[in-house]
């Protein structure tokens, strides 16, 4: 926002700039509105809930936060690519968000009442966490968000769906909370 208000200061006409912004802005409120609407049902279903709040996190942090600590969203209008990419991760999130809702209507297990740790068995969402905040360039960051067809993506913090050893930012964590950028190094 504030870079609009800076260039049109300057006397830059910003509207179509603008109506990239606003379109970009309307279209991500609808896609976390469906995040939350009809989903109440889901808190019932522990073995649903926590799948959904591993998705939705890694979601935010893969994509929002990568975006953002990226400084992407500032200059959306200047790479027309991330806003397509973010209408086909939209039509996938709503999608996920419908079959969590469709997997509560089928599976009435229950489970016993435990805590979830989303970091220590699920090594790669504390390198996605701190991988937001690692330093990528114009060059580095269409590998990221966007492989090439038959490509391995190269994942911010070093991760990476079959990597064995996790790396936030090139130092080991073993299931520690990662010391970066992305946090103060406690929970």
Same mark, same amino acid.
């Given at each position: 926002?504030?870079?609009?208000?800076?260039?049109?200061?300057?006397?830059?006409?910003?509207?179509?700039?603008?109506?990239?912004?606003? $379109?970009?802005?309307?279209?991500?409120?609808?896609?976390?509105?469906?995040?939350?609407?009809?989903?109440?049902?889901?808190?019932?279903?522990?073995?649903?809930?926590?799948?959904?709040?591993?998705?939705?996190?890694?979601?935010?942090?893969?994509?929002?936060?990568?975006?953002?600590?990226?400084?992407?969203?500032?200059?959306?209008?200047?790479?027309?690519?991330?806003?397509?990419?973010?209408?086909?991760?939209?039509?996938?999130?709503?999608?996920?968000?419908?079959?969590?809702?469709?997997? $509560?209507?089928?599976?009435?297990?229950?489970?016993?009442?435990?805590?979830?740790?989303?970091?220590? +068995?699920?090594?790669?969402?504390?390198?996605?966490? $701190?991988?937001?905040?690692?330093?990528?360039?114009?060059?580095?960051?269409?590998?990221?968000?966007? +492989?090439?067809?038959?490509?391995?993506?190269?994942?911010?913090?070093?991760?990476?769906?079959?990597?064995?050893?996790?790396?936030?930012?090139?130092?080991?964590?073993?299931?520690?909370?990662?010391?970066?950028?992305?946090?103060?190094?406690?929970?």
């Amino acid at each position: 926002m504030t870079n609009l208000v800076t260039r049109s200061l300057d006397g830059e006409d910003v509207t179509v700039r603008a109506s990239v912004h606003d $379109a970009l802005f309307r279209r991500v409120t609808d896609m976390w509105l469906a995040v939350y609407e009809n989903q109440y049902a889901l808190m019932g279903n522990a073995r649903v809930m926590v799948s959904k709040v591993i998705w939705d996190t890694a979601f935010y942090w893969g994509v929002f936060g990568l975006l953002f600590f990226q400084d992407r969203f500032r200059t959306v209008a200047d790479t027309p690519s991330v806003a397509a990419d973010l209408e086909r991760l939209t039509d996938i999130s709503n999608r996920v968000q419908a079959f969590f809702r469709e997997w $509560a209507a089928l599976d009435d297990s229950r489970l016993d009442p435990r805590f979830v740790d989303l970091y220590s +068995p699920l090594d790669f969402m504390v390198r996605l966490h $701190a991988g937001m905040a690692d330093d990528l360039t114009d060059a580095t960051f269409p590998s990221v968000s966007r +492989p090439t067809p038959g490509s391995s993506p190269n994942w911010p913090g070093n991760w990476s769906p079959r990597s064995s050893t996790p790396t936030a930012t090139g130092t080991a964590t073993t299931g520690s909370w990662p010391r970066s950028r992305a946090g103060s190094g406690t929970r």
